[in-house]
């Protein structure tokens, strides 16, 4: 058991000492459990499969996966036509259309003669560089700044005029108590904005993405980013890495977006909470920051931006301006807190609608992404393995795991839009059972199952868990 200080991570050095030999354990165990279902599932594929592509998410859409290391030829689906793909430093980057939820797709090396036909483009216009795709076009200044975010869907400017986007903020943070807790109303009272690059430089220009890279010196630390945009999307991601030598520096992400809205919405587990942009009342006034987990979205009536992350938990949107904390360098109760390296991807994804219009997808798509695994040793005739699917987009599954007591599988999902309605879970295995349960897996009620199909009917935001027993 685990004092709830330690939990959220405000602890003092030999505790990530610790926490970081278990993690590697944790992961050394994750891995040797993929790479060994993987090679079991290897046997129902054809010979040719050289790679396969997982979707560990329960969201059906298009996909970008990386093969790491040195690959020579390109992938196609067993027997289908080649995919797109790009040879970056990172390896091979595979644009994959139509991913079925929860699935494993047999992919097979071929060659590719002709360059791949994309919307992608990067022009530099004078000091400026655009950026550009089918959906929208992002224009860097000369010093990195991102001074438009035009949506072509929509046709309007996603960025408040004169303003820019992803402001890297460096703020003064002394808080009156708990160092590594509070953060005070005076937070703003001293605020550099990283500015004045190092470097600015574009990394990649290619059919699936292309790469802006930005490099900040801040007094004895660093901050690179990589930002990349995708041939198909709006989401603009920002994998950045920090060297950080500060001490009392809240470093922030910003984005003042032309949206107006008296509420935000915020991903929490298991469903959304929708919170106030403004200051109006006392407790607003006390709220200098926000937790959430995937996501927070600020949306007017047709039109929304949302700001994703995979790590970072900390949120403020007051009014217009969206702001995610990077890191937090208080020296108590641990004089060196956040200090060193840190990895980290967030990303920017402006939608038509409100947020229920692609970015719980593109959330768990950030956090879970596609899966290449070269294997070998196929000897059958499968094209593809699903595991579960829902019929409806406001039922999530959140989670496919063996029994606890060995008897079937565990699916648990729950509502995600606060609607209600029937849903159809569809398995791609025999099911000769289904029962609804409790969190502790013990059975409630048998359920009707016809063709490996089971219907129930969802409230808003209930969490469900079901056995199902081939």
């Known amino acids: 058991n685990q004092f709830h200080d330690i939990l959220p991570g405000s602890s003092i050095t030999p505790v990530y000492e610790d926490s970081t030999r278990d993690y590697a354990h944790i992961r050394e165990l994750g891995e040797g459990a993929r790479d060994a279902a993987l090679s079991a599932l290897a046997s129902v594929f054809p010979t040719q499969t050289s790679v396969v592509a997982v979707n560990p998410t329960g969201f059906t859409g298009n996909r970008v996966g990386v093969v790491h290391g040195e690959v020579s030829t390109g992938l196609a689906p067993v027997g289908g036509a080649p995919l797109m793909t790009q040879a970056t430093q990172d390896g091979l980057i595979v644009d994959l259309p139509d991913m079925a939820a929860f699935s494993v797709t047999p992919l097979q090396s071929v060659q ?18 655009v950026i550009e795709n089918s959906l929208m076009a992002v224009t860097f200044a000369a010093n990195g700044d991102i001074t438009s975010i035009y949506d072509k869907e929509a046709s309007r400017e996603v960025l408040t005029e004169g303003e820019t986007g992803n402001q890297i903020l460096a703020m003064e943070d ?16 001293r605020v550099e904005k990283l500015d004045n690059p190092t470097s600015v430089s574009v990394i990649e220009s290619g059919p699936v993405r292309a790469a802006v890279e930005v490099a900040y010196a801040y007094r004895s630390s660093t901050v690179t980013q990589r930002i990349y945009i995708y041939h198909n ?7 950045t890495h920090v060297d950080w030598h500060e001490s009392h520096i809240l470093l922030k992400a910003a984005f003042p977006v032309d949206i107006l809205s008296p509420t935000a919405t915020f991903d929490i587990q298991w469903g959304n909470v929708e919170r106030n942009t403004h200051r109006n009342t006392s407790w607003d006034w006390g709220r200098f920051e926000t937790a959430a987990q995937k996501w927070a979205d600020l949306s007017e009536g047709n039109y929304g931006v949302a700001l994703l992350n995979d790590s970072k938990y900390g949120y403020d949107v007051l009014h217009n301006v ?15 807190a956040d200090q060193g390296e840190h990895k980290m991807v967030y990303s920017l994804l ?19 992404p596609v899966l290449l695994v070269p294997i070998s040793g196929g000897s059958g005739n499968s094209a593809a393995v699903q595991l579960v699917s829902v019929n409806k987009r406001n039922a999530v599954v959140e989670t496919v795991k063996q029994a606890e007591d060995g008897n079937g599988v565990i699916v648990r999902l729950y509502e995600g839009e606060r609607n209600r309605g029937p849903v159809t879970l569809t398995a791609g295995f025999n099911v000769s059972a289904a029962y609804h ?7 409630d009620e048998e359920l009707l199952v016809e063709n490996n199909q089971v219907t129930l009917n969802l409230k808003p935001y209930e969490i469900v868990t079901l056995r199902l027993v081939p």
């Open 322 to 336: 969206m702001r995610l904390s990077l890191l937090k360098s208080a020296t108590m109760p641990d004089p060196v």
């Open 437 to 443: 349960c409790n969190l502790l897996e013990e059975n």
């Open 350 to 368: 402006p939608h038509t609608g409100d947020w229920r219009n692609g970015v719980p997808e593109n959330a768990y798509d950030l956090n879970d």
């Open 174 to 189: 002394r808080p009156l108590a708990w160092d590594a807790w509070d953060v005070d109303i005076f937070i703003d009272d």
């Open 112 to 129: 590719t003669a002709a360059p791949f036909t994309s919307s992608l483009e990067v022009n530099e216009q004078g000091d400026t560089l």
């Open 233 to 239: 999307s709006k989401r603009i991601d920002f994998d």
